[in-house]
Every structure is written in C-alpha cells, then in structure tokens.
Nanobody
Framework: QVQLVESGGGLVQAGDSLRLSCARS????????MGWVRQAPGKEREFVAA???????????YYSDFAKGRFTISRDKAENTMYLQMINLKPEDTAVYYCALTFGTTWFIPLNYDYWGQGTQVTVSS
C-alpha cells in the first residue's frame, strides 16, 4: 500500500518561492509516475507536473504550460521524497496541492491517479 504525505505549503506573497515535499512510503513493483495536482476553490483538479519514478528509468519530467519555467519537479531517490520547487508565485497559484501516483500513462489527467496525499494549502497574496 502506497502512502503519500505532503508538506511545505503556506502563505506567501506574489513573487515569493516555495518548495513542497511529498514523502512516499510503501513499494510498488511496477513502473509508476508521481505528480503534483492542484485544486483551486470552485475549480476542478488541475495537473501541475509529473516525474517518472521507477528504477531503471530516467527521471523524465512533465509540466503543464503554466508550470513551465516557474516550477521544477524533482525527487530524492534515497529519501523516497518528491519535491516541487515553485518560484515567482502568483495569486492564481493559490490552491491545495496534492501529491499523487499513477501506474498508467495518462499522468496529465488528474482523475487517473491511483494514490493521493491529503494535500497542502498554498496561498499567494497579491
């Protein structure tokens, strides 16, 4: 059973940076992709970024258009932790950010993730 725990959210001002962490426990015995998905108030969940997480594979990364150039996804294999470094944050980045894992190939579709963390709130004030 996979468990995901996010941390690192908070209240920041526009232009600030923030790093989210996702600690993963439990093993998977098949290739997986881990990602960040966010949900703003009154909106559907939205794909942010993803990284392939499997031994023997390179750490391919994928980003939504709004994340390119401002967000960086990475992982620490030894610590079994994934990160999302966010810079130049904007008020429209305000959302609950979820860490998620999928065994499928449609990592850009939030509903197709198999495991979810509890989410961490990011609030960006103008």
């Amino acid at each position: 059973q996979v468990q995901l725990v996010e941390s690192g959210g908070g209240l920041v001002q526009a232009g600030d940076s923030l790093r989210l962490s996702c600690a993963r426990s439990g093993r998977t015995f098949r290739p997986a992709v881990m990602g960040w998905v966010r949900q703003a108030p009154g909106k559907e969940r939205e794909f942010v970024a993803a990284i392939r997480w499997s031994d023997g594979y390179t750490d391919n990364t994928y980003y939504s258009d709004f994340a390119k150039g401002r967000f960086t996804i990475s992982r620490d294999k030894a610590e079994n932790t994934m990160y999302l470094q966010m810079i130049n944050l904007k008020p429209e980045d305000t959302a609950v950010y979820y860490c998620a894992l999928t065994f499928g190939t449609t990592w850009f579709i939030p509903l197709n993730y198999d495991y979810w963390g509890q989410g961490t709130q990011v609030t960006v004030s103008s």
